[in-house]
């Protein structure tokens, strides 16, 4: 059962994202919307999270570290999705003669696209993120608290740089494959402090979902293991 739970969870999310790209192309890409840019940058979003459903500590360890390293590739993109959130200064809400915000259904499904946007690929994006560590501390027999906290904290200053690629030099992690030499230059070229302050930004708010995140899911277990233990004392 816990199997066909965990594959019937990643269709779910398929599945979500799927619809939500799809609706995406049919109401604002094909007819070259403000947002077209959603249906790309989701879709690189979902590409960590597809790749991370396919990493497991019983895959043989060549595959499992080729998976990895593809997975860290593109892991970036799923956080990244998170600064789309300042496209919102498009949209205008205000009204300009009361200075009030207006009922306007239109730009209230516009930010409704760029958040689902944003939360679905960077939430998914932590889950692989957790998931992604603990395997490999599993499969490499590291795993402690002290260990999983340093890597996860490794992998994303490692995105932080990544969004910081993304968002200012504009390079997609396909440009690797396509032009290697380029990428490398620029990649050696772009250290200075303001980035640096960038990725410390940014490394601050994946740090603060990451933790509201675990946060949650030790609430979580915490409830149903309170209400197990209910349910055993009423059977007695």
């Known amino acids: 059962m816990g199997d066909f739970m965990s594959m019937l969870n990643k269709w779910i999310v398929r599945l979500s994202f799927y619809l939500f790209m799809l ?3 049919i109401t604002v890409s094909s007819h070259n919307g403000i947002y077209s ?8 979003g979902y590409i960590p999270v597809e790749i991370a459903m396919h990493i497991d500590v019983q895959k043989k360890t060549p595959i499992l570290v080729i998976l990895i390293i593809l997975w860290l590739l593109f892991y970036p ?11 919102l200064a498009m949209l205008d809400p205000y009204n300009s003669s009361t200075g009030l915000m207006e009922f306007n259904l239109h730009l209230w499904l516009k ?9 679905g690929c960077s939430l998914m994006g932590f889950w692989s993120l957790e998931h992604v560590a603990d395997t490999i ?34 390079l997609h992690t396909a440009y690797l494959f396509i032009a290697p030499k380029e990428v490398v230059a620029e990649l050696i070229q772009m250290w200075n402090p303001r980035m640096l302050v960038f990725i410390g930004f940014m490394t601050i708010i994946q740090l603060i979902f990451c ?6 899911r030790s609430s979580l277990a915490n409830n149903q293991e309170l209400l197990e233990q209910n349910n055993k004392q009423k059977e007695q």
């Open 137 to 170: 501390l599993i499969k490499f027999k590291l795993w402690s608290k002290t260990n999983k906290i340093l890597l996860v904290s490794a992998l994303i200053v490692f995105s932080s740089v990544g969004i910081y690629i993304g968002r200012f030099l504009r």
């Open 37 to 44: 840019f959603l249906l790309l940058n989701t879709f690189l």
């Open 77 to 87: 993109n799923a956080p990244y999705v998170i600064t789309d959130l300042f496209h």
């Open 23 to 25: 609706y995406i192309y």
């Open 211 to 216: 933790f509201s995140f675990d946060i949650t």
């Open 111 to 119: 930010f409704t696209n760029l958040v689902t946007s944003a939360l």
